[in-house]
């Protein structure tokens, strides 16, 4: 029987928990968790990996605390930088392909348009920076691999930005938001939607594997806003279907708010190489922030109402 299995380390996170719902349908989904697997080491890696023995090996798994691992320079570099090249390597050992999530952090944001695959990476902080050897890992060994550099990920659960928010708005009456970053939200529902889109053409019977197509792509919803913009579209959404009143939202400069890590402030990334390769088109980012913000109303529904 051909193999299609599939191993997703971070299975439990915001972007792990839809990879393994939306790639239930391609075959078996094995899913390790720390402590089962501890990313700062090595052999616990490998050990997990042969295990396994999947087809595909998603790595959802990151250090991601950014203002943190100013501080923790050396965790983060271990679970950012070097587990991914173990990651490779054990792919390349089994001949399955690799698919791993990176950052538009990767970049100092000085850009005036959006970033392209092929734009030399110049990080501002550590996360950026520890994403950056991870990706610089794993084309070190050449195994089959995919590198999806997203941006501004969020979602219906986990810890993240729109959930933040809209804690705070129920808890605040003004909320000082930056506008001077530009990016393009990114659903993990589409991300993994994506990812499903892309691994149907390279397993089997379709296909078997890259084929040459191994590296980098860029991979974020369509359109641009601001973080100010973000937060205003979707507190006023939910304004709007709860019929409360939303908090004054108040436009402010990075500077007006410092923080430990340095933040780019384009993170705008193009996605035309992976649109060519795979057929991948994202939505637009408000199109999919309005799904989102559906199953976190769906899930405030009492039992018993009416459908």
């Not at 393994?20 to 990996?49: M, N, T, W």
């Not at 690799?98 to 850009?111: A, E, N």
């Not at 589409?190 to 991979?219: E, F, M, W």
Request: hydrophobic share 40%; net charge negative.
């Amino acid at each position: 029987m051909t193999n299609r299995k599939l191993l997703i380390f971070g299975g439990s996170g915001q972007l792990g928990w839809e990879l393994r719902h939306k790639l239930a349908c391609l075959g078996q989904i094995d899913g390790i968790e720390y402590p089962k697997v501890d990313f700062s080491q090595p052999d616990s890696i490998r050990e997990a990996v042969r295990a396994s023995e999947p087809a595909v090996i998603l790595n959802a798994a990151a250090y991601t605390a950014v203002d943190k691992a100013e501080s923790e320079p050396e965790l983060a570099a271990a679970i950012n930088g070097t587990a991914p090249g173990v990651l490779a390597e054990e792919a390349k050992r089994l001949g399955s392909i690799l698919v791993h999530y990176s950052t538009d952090y990767v970049f100092d944001g000085t850009k005036q348009g959006p970033y392209l695959e092929t734009d030399a990476p110049n990080p501002r902080n550590v996360y950026g920076k520890t994403k950056l050897a991870g990706d610089l890992a794993i084309q070190a060994v050449g195994c089959e691999a995919l590198i999806l550099r997203t941006s501004w990920v969020y979602g219906a659960r986990g810890s993240n930005f729109l959930l933040t928010m809209l804690r705070l708005a129920t808890e605040r009456n003004e909320l000082r938001i930056v506008d001077d970053q530009i990016g393009a939200p990114t659903s993990s529902e589409c991300i993994a939607q994506a990812t499903a889109d892309i691994l149907v053409q390279l397993l089997p019977p379709v296909k078997g594997g890259l084929q040459g197509r191994s590296g980098i792509y860029n991979l974020t919803c369509s359109g641009e806003t601001t973080w100010f913009g973000f937060a205003k579209a979707f507190l006023t959404s939910q304004a709007e279907s709860s019929a409360a009143a939303a908090p004054n939202l108040i436009p402010i400069k990075t500077s007006d708010f410092p923080r430990p890590a340095k933040r780019p402030a384009n993170s705008r990334l193009s996605c035309q190489r992976i649109e060519e390769t795979f057929g991948v088109r994202m939505p637009d980012w408000e199109d999919a922030l309005s799904l989102v913000l559906e199953t976190l109303r769906e899930g405030t529904r009492q039992p018993g109402g009416n459908a």
